[in-house]
């Protein structure tokens, strides 16, 4: 079946610091979305990815979706603590009926 | 829109009770889903259904059962739980069109003992 790896597993950075994290398919994906989970919570939609080479930017958060179609990047720019949690990454086929997720990242700030 | 509801929020169960887990949404939404999320891992859909009615398998089926009798509900029951069932639970939602995203509520938090 379809996978995501999703790396890294786990970032720890200082307060301030900018965040890179990315996702790569074996399979081509029409759609791709970045979701963060705070503790406790479900997840919630950051950004939203519809075309290869799409490059689409929420605050802070900057998301590319790969000219392959395999791949794609989140990128968070000057990382404040209200920025930790559990980001995932996941990908749709076209005309799927569901979503496949990357394992996701758990990012941890120091201040 | 109060989006996508989900109760209870925790639960503890013994091994071979049963129990249903509730989702509500009130977007309208076609498609929902059913997913758990293992301690420190991502998310597995469990079932997921594209319509009233209509219901299929994901990844991980064994032991659930769903039913989809109205819009608005998707509940996932539990016949006879086992400690591997130990969990949290998501639902999500989202309209048919392929751009549309799924929407996650709060989750449930499962513990069997």
């Known amino acids: 079946g379809q996978q995501l790896n999703q790396s890294p597993q786990s970032m720890f950075i200082q307060e301030g610091e900018d965040v890179s994290m990315n996702c790569t398919s074996s399979?081509?994906?029409?759609?791709w979305l970045w979701y963060k989970q705070d503790p406790g919570e479900g997840p919630v939609l950051l950004i939203a990815l519809y075309k290869a080479g799409e490059l689409t930017s929420n605050g802070r958060l900057t998301a590319q979706f790969g000219i392959t179609r395999k791949d794609s990047f989140l990128n968070i720019s000057a990382s404040i603590p209200s920025d930790v949690g559990i980001y995932f990454c996941?990908?749709?086929?076209?005309?799927?009926?569901?979503?496949?997720f990357g394992q996701g990242t758990r990012l941890t700030i120091n201040p | 829109n109060a989006g996508v509801t989900q109760t209870p929020k925790f639960r503890i169960l013994k091994i071979g009770q049963s129990m249903t887990l509730q989702c509500t949404q009130d977007m309208n939404h076609n498609y929902m889903y059913w997913y758990r999320q293992d301690p420190g891992m991502g998310l597995k859909l469990i079932y997921y259904s594209v319509g009233a009615g209509i219901t299929d398998k994901g990844e991980v089926p064994n032991g659930y059962n769903v039913s989809r009798s109205t819009t608005e509900d998707f509940p996932l029951r539990l016949e006879l739980a086992a400690p591997s069932q130990t969990s949290v639970y998501f639902c999500?939602?989202?309209?048919?069109?392929?751009?549309?995203?799924?929407?996650f509520g709060p989750g449930t938090r499962l513990t069997v003992l």
């Open positions: 999500a939602s989202r309209e048919a069109g392929t751009t549309d995203t799924q929407y």
């Open positions: 399979s081509i994906f029409n759609t």
């Open positions: 996941a990908g749709q086929t076209q005309g799927a009926q569901k979503l496949v």
